[in-house]
Nanobody, 122 residues
Framework: QVQLVESGGGSVQAGGSLRLSCAAS????????MGWYRQAPGKQRELVAG???????NYADSVEGRFTISRDNAKNTVYLQMNSLKPEDTAVYYC????????????????WGQGTQVTVSS
């Protein structure tokens, strides 16, 4: 019903930058919140950054001041600008979206992207 397609991952040296993008499509009436999570090997998935439809943002302490989340509501797209990357930022990054589906029932939805690998070398 809702598909999230991520792009922008890759490999970079410590101190470098990457920009992730995530576009949502499908039977979407509205998106209330979008966010980025990450999961490193052997660790649980954790929230990196989130943003509401009104533009309010929140960040994990570990990325505050280095990462910036933004969104284009008209394109149902969320971005994550990652600067001053560190080896500990290495993980698979997942996009998440929560909102309401088109239809009489206007059911809620929650969707995940397929994940994109970010590797930071020292």
């Amino acid at each position: 019903q809702v598909q999230l397609v991520e792009s922008g991952g890759g490999s970079v040296q410590a101190g470098g930058s990457l920009r992730l993008s995530c576009a949502a499509s499908g039977s979407i009436f509205s998106i209330n919140a979008m966010g980025w999570y990450r999961q490193a090997p052997g660790k649980q998935r954790e929230l990196v950054a989130g943003i509401t439809s009104g533009g309010s943002t929140n960040y994990a302490d570990s990325v505050e001041g280095r990462f910036t989340i933004s969104r284009d509501n008209a394109k149902n797209t969320v971005y994550l600008q990652m600067n001053s990357l560190k080896p500990e930022d290495t993980a698979v990054y997942y996009c998440n979206a929560r909102g309401v589906l088109v239809g009489i029932s206007q059911a809620d939805f929650g969707a995940w992207g397929q994940g994109t690998q970010v590797t930071v070398s020292s």
